[in-house]
């Protein structure tokens, strides 16, 4: 018995499915790692999610404000190949090219909030599709724990280095295309239970 083959999607097929989606290789995978099997739909992440993203957002747009060329955006698609779109929990974009629908160049901060349903993609397949893509900076936020881990693209090596776990310390992100950008993490887990 020969390999089974799996049948592959494109932006085409993916801009037609309902629900939150995202397709790795041309694979479609629920965006907050699971289905609901009488709908078909993947649900929205959980309250804490939510809450984590919005004051990473705020954090990091209050820091860009003066900077006209940046834009940080939450859970919007990066069209990465045809076969390959992923919705990071934020971005963050300098001299964009954000049409109506999505980003199609590279970001310079990526943020993924990690859940049990979704750590293993995050921290492998994600991660690795990122690097690939030479992501300058890439945070895994987990809630929970109330820390990020941060990973710088080295380019001499060609890989992600990590610089470190952070809960309450300053940050600065260096050779951003606007500016550096200092955050304090201890915002971020601001009102977090």
């Excluded at 790795?24 to 609901?36: A, E, S, T």
């Excluded at 940046?70 to 045809?82: A, H, P, Q, R, T």
């Excluded at 901060?109 to 994600?126: L, N």
Aim: proline share 5%.
């Amino acid at each position: 018995m020969g390999a089974l083959e799996l049948e592959t999607y494109t932006y085409d097929d993916y801009k037609t499915w309902e629900g939150r989606w995202e397709l790795i290789y041309g694979h479609p995978v629920p965006l907050y790692g699971k289905v609901c099997h009488t709908t078909g739909m993947s649900p929205a992440p959980y309250f804490q999610h939510q809450k984590l993203g919005s004051n990473f957002l705020v954090e990091l747009q209050t820091k860009i404000d003066d900077c006209p060329n940046c834009e940080v955006v939450y859970e919007c698609d990066w069209i990465i190949e045809d076969d390959t779109i992923v919705c990071p929990d934020l971005i963050l974009t300098c001299n964009h090219d954000i049409n109506e629908d999505y980003v199609t160049k590279r970001p310079e901060i990526i943020v993924e909030i990690s859940s049990k349903s979704t750590a293993k993609r995050d921290e492998t397949t994600k991660f690795k599709i990122y690097e690939d893509e030479k992501v300058p900076y890439y945070i895994l936020a987990y809630p929970k724990e109330k820390k990020i881990k941060i990973f710088e693209f080295d380019k001499k090596k060609n890989k992600y280095k990590s610089l470190g776990s952070y809960r309450d310390e300053k940050f600065t992100f260096q050779n951003i295309k606007c500016k550096d950008i200092t955050i304090d993490v201890k915002n971020i887990f601001k009102r977090l239970k």
